[in-house]
């Protein structure tokens, strides 16, 4: 079975709807992220948490939120669909290391298509 | 604020073939950096990660080298092979805890 998993992983919906994508993780790591990516650009972060009770802002967070559910979930909601959301989204995990910053590990992705 | 290019964004090779991918970015204070392989569907998968005082990694055919000073990257696969077709990723992490991402080079292994 997959470490990281995301359901779903094809969503159409329509402007103006709310939607959740759902990340789940056996991999017993601490750090779980959210990243979206566009055609011909680099993964963005979108959100990420250190610990259930940590959740801080990336770089691109305007009209998403976030919750951390437990250790082992972490669910990012569109709250008002828009089609400029239209990308593939990724949920990641990693430990913190001893004192290094360890690799992330990365679901399967969850193409979504707001119309 | 930290920029990370990847140059060429496609790259085409016969099977057998030697090849280096590229990646520099703008600031040399990182804390590693990670090569990733993308493939349609499978999400994105981490093959080598280079520590900020490390010169170099390698996995099997592959080697990544780091040198801060001039912010560049290298990703040398040897022997290519079909199965290496997909998209490389590199990322960089910087002091925030943040991954900084290249736009990746797309690379085909002709048989």
């Known amino acids: 079975d997959a470490d990281v998993t995301q359901t779903p992983r094809n969503r159409i919906t329509k402007t103006g709807k709310r939607i959740m994508l759902e990340c789940s993780q056996t991999?017993?790591?601490?750090?779980m992220y959210w990243y979206r990516q566009d055609p011909g650009l680099g993964l963005r972060l979108i959100y990420y948490?250190?610990?259930?009770?940590?959740?801080n802002k990336g770089e691109i967070s305007d009209g998403y939120s976030v919750s951390r559910q437990a250790q082992a979930k972490f669910s990012l909601s569109l709250e008002s669909a828009i089609p400029n959301q239209t990308a593939l989204y990724f949920c990641?995990?990693?430990?913190?290391?001893?004192?290094?910053?360890?690799?992330?590990?990365f679901g399967p992705g969850t193409r979504l298509t707001v119309t | 604020k930290q920029e990370v290019t990847q140059i060429p964004a496609a790259l085409s090779v016969p099977e057998g073939e030697n090849l280096v991918l590229n990646c520099s970015f703008t600031d040399s204070a990182i804390y590693n950096l990670q090569w990733f392989r993308q493939d349609p569907g499978k999400g994105l998968t981490s093959l080598l990660l280079i520590q900020s005082s490390q010169r170099e990694q390698t996995s099997g055919r592959l080697n990544a080298s780091l040198d801060k000073s001039s912010g560049r990257s290298t990703l040398y696969i040897a022997a290519s092979q079909p199965g290496d077709s997909a998209t490389y990723l590199c990322a960089v992490r910087g002091s925030n805890y943040q991954l900084i991402w290249g736009a990746g080079t797309k690379l085909i292994i002709k048989p």
């Open positions: 948490s250190f610990d259930v009770k940590d959740i």
């Open positions: 991999k017993g790591h601490d750090r």
């Open positions: 990641a995990t990693s430990d913190g290391g001893t004192g290094q910053l360890g690799e992330q590990y």
